[in-house]
């Protein structure tokens, strides 16, 4: 399972590649997202391709990835600095139409690897003949995104309800590497992190990114305590998959039904705080 950990700090991207994080990604995403986003608990990244050149001159093992905007007037300017940059992977955010993904891959030109971010309604209803392009080396599942689109109000509520398999299961058909949204440390969530890591070893995910929570880190501990710390979350996290890996298919299946079950409470949860009443009560 690789792990994606987002900063534009050149330190907190060292400490991560020797915890053994796979990828760092600079997030160069900015168009539209407060707008989606801004009244939501999320991090809006404020990243640079400066920071983009400056992550890159520490890492020695890690991958350095970079998510630029959706397609606009100046993409090709984006994503040629990106790939000077030393992008060796470019993620395309909030596209919805085939022609996108595209116009994506013909500028890249095989000079970085592509990664499609399904976030939308329109992505996932156009799916199956955004998957027919060539070109495709990878896609991501962004549940936060994709449940605003939809009208949700849980972002796992994609994956309890199935949507999540059925895209899955197109990637599968595809032979396209996929991963599927965020996860936080052991012990953490609104959805414990170890239910969350239990549908992507069914589902047969092979990246997820690492939430916030990670980077709460770097706020909670100095030095070299902060370090081991994110030395010892890495740990826990890799034989945590290992662990899962080694259960049955139905053991697998036990645990999706433990996420169901832990997914319709929190939606009841926040449906109860919002719920308008149909009819008003009547005096007797």
């Known amino acids: 399972m690789e792990t994606i950990f987002i900063t534009n700090e050149p330190w907190r991207a060292h400490v991560a590649e020797g915890a053994g ?31 983009a050149w400056k992550v890159k001159s520490r890492l020695s093992t890690s991958v350095l990835m970079i998510r630029v905007n959706p397609i606009h007037r100046d993409s090709e300017k984006e994503i040629h600095a990106s790939i000077d940059a030393g992008a060796e992977i470019i993620m395309l955010p909030m596209f919805n139409y085939r022609w996108e993904a595209e116009e994506f ?20 209803s156009n799916i199956r003949d955004v998957m027919k392009i060539d070109g495709i080396d990878e896609v991501h599942i962004g549940l936060n995104d994709l449940h605003l689109s939809l009208g949700l109000k849980f972002m796992f509520e994609i994956v309890a309800g199935g949507l999540v398999d059925y895209m899955a ?32 070893v069914r589902l047969g995910s092979s990246q997820v990114i690492l939430s916030r929570d990670y980077a709460n880190i770097f706020n909670e501990y100095q030095g070299d305590e902060c370090i081991a710390v994110f030395r010892e979350e890495m740990c826990r996290f890799k034989s945590c998959v290992e662990t ?7 053991e697998l299946g036990a645990n999706s039904e433990k996420v169901k079950v832990a997914v319709s409470k929190i939606v009841e949860a926040r449906l109860a705080s919002t719920r308008i009443p149909i009819r008003a009560e009547v005096n007797a």
Do not use: N, W, Y
């Open 21 to 51: 994080v796979d990828r760092i990604m600079v997030d160069l995403e900015t168009l539209g997202k407060v707008e989606r986003q801004g009244h939501l608990d999320t991090l809006i990244s404020r990243h640079s391709l400066r920071d």
């Open 169 to 200: 299961s197109i990637f599968r058909e595809r032979g396209v590497r996929f991963g599927i949204g965020g996860v936080a440390r052991l012990g953490h969530g609104v959805l414990p992190a170890e239910l969350v890591m239990g549908e992507h």
């Open 244 to 250: 899962l890996r080694r259960l049955s298919p139905e």
């Open 105 to 124: 891959i013909a500028i890249i030109g095989r000079r970085a690897k592509t990664c499609l971010l399904f976030e939308t309604g329109a992505a996932l």
